[in-house]
């Protein structure tokens, strides 16, 4: 069986997280509990961590206001994000209290993890990314292995795969009941 490999940025830039989207104001956004789940779903491996001030404060403190630091490794790509203290209007907050600053910090930890990927296409304003299609190899594989099941139902699956309802995010899944449906049918 041939088997698609991608990059781990495509693996998780392709995951749908739209049904996780939330909206505040204009903005829409993906909560940093949400986002942590799915990257540890894909990359149980991925660790995060907050850059501290000399003082040993979560934040840093600058002329043009407060920020906070956070980093997400992947796969050994250490990325960061560093984010100001923003209100709910997105806004600079003079003088941030310690619920603001942790506010801020989930705001970068979520977009620090969108840095490999994943919900990327929520910050770039679009919709969620096409999945790719089945290579020559893997279409080739599963129409062989449906053979069993008969022509409608391989005619059926290159229908699926022509319109995309069949691709490489769920071959993985079709294999496996195409498996069972051959099975069932040999049981009888």
């Not at 910090?105 to 919709?127: T, V």
């Not at 299609?133 to 893997?138: C, G, M, R, S």
């Not at 309802?165 to 079709?174: G, K």
Request: some cysteine; proline content about 4%; aromatic content about 10%.
């Amino acid at each position: 069986m041939s088997k698609t490999t991608q990059s781990t940025f495509m693996k998780l830039y392709k995951t749908d997280v739209s049904k996780y989207i939330e909206k505040k104001g204009q903005f829409n956004y993906l909560s940093w509990a949400n986002a942590v789940a799915e990257l540890k779903k894909a990359c149980p491996t991925a660790r995060w961590g907050v850059t501290k001030a000399e003082d040993g404060s979560p934040f840093f403190v600058t002329q043009c206001g407060y920020f906070v630091d956070v980093w997400v490794e992947v796969d050994g790509i250490s990325l960061s994000q560093i984010h100001p203290v923003l209100d709910n209007r997105n806004q600079s907050i003079e003088q941030p209290n310690a619920f603001q600053i942790n506010t801020s910090l989930q705001r970068a930890l979520a977009k620090c993890i969108a840095l490999h990927g994943l919900g990327l296409y929520i910050f770039a304003g679009e919709d969620l990314p096409e999945p790719d299609a089945l290579t020559p190899d893997e279409a080739k594989y599963l129409y062989d292995l449906a053979k069993p099941l008969g022509k409608k139902f391989v005619d059926d699956l290159k229908n699926k795969a022509t319109n995309m309802e069949l691709h490489v995010s769920n071959y993985e899944a079709v294999i496996e009941k195409i498996q069972n449906m051959i099975k069932e049918k040999g049981d009888k």
